[in-house]
Structures are given as C-alpha cells and as structure tokens.
C-alpha cells in the first residue's frame, strides 16, 4: 500500500488506529482454547471498522514454531488488502543478510512494511527500501525505557542527542513514501522536536495503553497535513473485555483529534 492509499483510508476510516497482533496464549480468553489464529481473526473481525493498520509482532510468532509460522501467514492472509500491515520484526543486518529479511516480510509474509533497527547503518537499512512499493520503518525514539541508554545520549560538545542524528541520517536514505519512523508514545513532550526534525514523514507510534503514553499530546505535537501518525495499541486492544469497543474508543479519539490538528482530512 503506498502512502497515498494509507492517507485515503485514514480519511475514510477517520482513523489512524494500528491494532497490534502480539498474542499471548496466557493472557487470551479461555474460550480459544488457545487457539491463535481464531483468536486473531476475532479480534479482527471486531476492530476491522476502527483501524487502518495492523502490526503483528513476529515474536509472537517465532515463539510458537513452526505452527507459529503459519498462524502469521494466515493472519495477514485474513487482513486482506484493505489494512496496511506492518512486521514488527525489527531487523537489520549487513546488506546480503537484510536482502533476505526484506524477503521473509514482504515475499513470504506479504506485509506492507517492517520495522527496522538502524544501528548497522545504511547497508543494513538500504535493502528494505529497495523493495517497490513497500516501507521501511525505523526505529527513531523507543518508548522503552532503555532508550535513554543510547538513544537520548549526546556526544560531548555538541548537545544533538543521538536519536536526532539517526533521523536526519536516516531521513536522506528514503523520501516520506517509503520510509517511517517508530516514536514511543511515551516520549511525547520530544514529538514537536520530533516533528521539526522530520515534517513530512509517518511516525509509528506504539506505547499507548499498558505502555502509559500519552495520545493527547502525540496528536497535538505529531500530527502533520497528511495525519502523519500511526498509532498502535496491542495489549490494551488484545485483552480489553471488548476488543471491538477497545478500539472504537481510541478512533474516536483519533476522529477528535483530526478535526483539531489536520481538519482538511476531517469529516
Ligand atoms: O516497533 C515497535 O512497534 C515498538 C517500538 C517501541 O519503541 N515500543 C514498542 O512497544 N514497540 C512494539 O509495540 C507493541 C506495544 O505493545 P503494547 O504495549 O501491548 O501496546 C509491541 O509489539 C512492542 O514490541
């Protein structure tokens, strides 16, 4: 789906709602039994009207085997080519190796986009952005608290912190079509730094929900003509008593914040 489509389904779903498929056999309703798959198309079915985005996060998957595998494969055959669906894999790896993550994703899984870690830098990074049509999505500014390890760091003299440069190095290896950034939610007093450092690019934005972040102030600061967000709620979703009406609440939201932020998509 190329950012045209994404943007033309925002305006119409008045919605720039990801739904998270990060399941947990623990944590899922006894009545699956725990089974996956038919979990993930129930939460689907229920949130299909309120969302544009899917994000299935491949550890989920990987954890489960080979069954696991398949239930991914399947779970993004049920999306269908209505919803942008992002891997969450966060890859990366010298070019020929990245050449064959690139293939999983979007080959093998038939996703729209994968999230990418730059730290190996632009070979590692490049390969994904080769691929026609489809979206590298880097990590920018986590919403884990571990960012401030590295990410929030400065170099000594110059006060730019890290995940600053990695944006504008990042921003010149792909134009605003192919390539977004992941911004934690939780990090939302950044986002007008943020925003300032990247104008016209998507960011994804997970951390809302059991993360704690805050949505209010992600719209206010993130928001750009285009909406310009993706944002992601996996547990809050999953496990709310309705998924359906979990989702719902957070379009609205997001319908409000359109008509503030970027009224020429509102309805
Ligand atoms: O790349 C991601 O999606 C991601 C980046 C980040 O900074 N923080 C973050 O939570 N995520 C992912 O977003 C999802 C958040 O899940 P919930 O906290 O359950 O909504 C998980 O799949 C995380 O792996």
């Given at each position: 789906?190329?950012?045209?489509?994404?943007?033309?389904r925002i305006v119409e779903k008045q919605s720039f709602l990801c739904v998270g498929l990060d399941p947990d056999p623990d944590k899922m309703?006894?009545?699956?039994?725990?089974?996956?798959?038919?979990?993930?198309?129930?939460?689907?079915?229920?949130?299909?009207?309120?969302?544009?985005?899917?994000?299935?996060?491949?550890?989920?998957?990987?954890?489960l085997g080979i069954d696991g595998m398949l239930i991914l494969q399947e779970t993004i055959a049920y999306i269908g080519k209505d919803h942008?669906?992002?891997?969450?894999?966060?890859?990366?790896?010298?070019?020929?190796?990245?050449?064959?993550?690139?293939?999983?994703?979007?080959?093998?899984?038939?996703?729209?986009?994968?999230?990418?870690?730059?730290?190996?830098?632009?070979?590692?990074?490049?390969?994904?952005?080769?691929?026609?049509?489809?979206?590298?999505?880097?990590?920018?500014?986590?919403?884990?608290?571990?960012?401030?390890?590295?990410?929030?760091?400065?170099?000594?003299?110059?006060?730019?912190?890290?995940?600053?440069?990695?944006?504008?190095?990042?921003?010149?290896?792909?134009?605003?079509?192919?390539?977004?950034?992941?911004?934690?939610?939780?990090?939302?007093?950044?986002?007008?730094?943020?925003?300032?450092?990247?104008?016209?690019?998507?960011?994804?934005?997970?951390?809302?929900?059991?993360?704690?972040?805050d949505l209010a102030a992600v719209c206010r600061y993130g928001m750009n003509p285009s909406c310009g967000l993706l944002v992601n709620s996996?547990?809050?979703?999953?496990?709310?008593?309705?998924?359906?009406?979990?989702?719902?609440?957070?379009?609205?939201?997001?319908?409000?914040?359109?008509?503030?932020?970027?009224?020429?998509?509102?309805?």
């Amino acid at each position: 789906m190329d950012k045209e489509g994404l943007v033309r389904r925002i305006v119409e779903k008045q919605s720039f709602l990801c739904v998270g498929l990060d399941p947990d056999p623990d944590k899922m309703p006894p009545s699956f039994n725990g089974d996956v798959l038919a979990f993930n198309r129930s939460v689907i079915d229920a949130t299909r009207d309120y969302c544009v985005a899917y994000k299935p996060n491949t550890a989920f998957y990987e954890a489960l085997g080979i069954d696991g595998m398949l239930i991914l494969q399947e779970t993004i055959a049920y999306i269908g080519k209505d919803h942008f669906v992002i891997a969450d894999a966060k890859r990366g790896d010298i070019g020929n190796t990245s050449r064959y993550y690139a293939r999983f994703a979007f080959d093998t899984l038939g996703a729209d986009a994968i999230t990418v870690a730059p730290y190996m830098g632009a070979d590692s990074v490049g390969p994904f952005l080769d691929y026609p049509g489809k979206w590298a999505i880097v990590l920018a500014l986590t919403s884990n608290s571990g960012s401030a390890d590295f990410q929030h760091t400065v170099q000594e003299g110059d006060n730019v912190p890290l995940y600053a440069k990695v944006m504008r190095r990042v921003a010149e290896w792909g134009d605003p079509d192919r390539l977004m950034f992941v911004c934690g939610a939780t990090q939302a007093e950044k986002f007008a730094e943020l925003r300032d450092l990247c104008p016209d690019h998507f960011f994804l934005v997970p951390g809302i929900g059991v993360q704690g972040g805050d949505l209010a102030a992600v719209c206010r600061y993130g928001m750009n003509p285009s909406c310009g967000l993706l944002v992601n709620s996996s547990r809050g979703i999953l496990y709310a008593e309705d998924p359906g009406a979990a989702a719902r609440g957070l379009q609205r939201q997001m319908q409000e914040a359109m008509k503030k932020f970027c009224p020429e998509l509102s309805r």
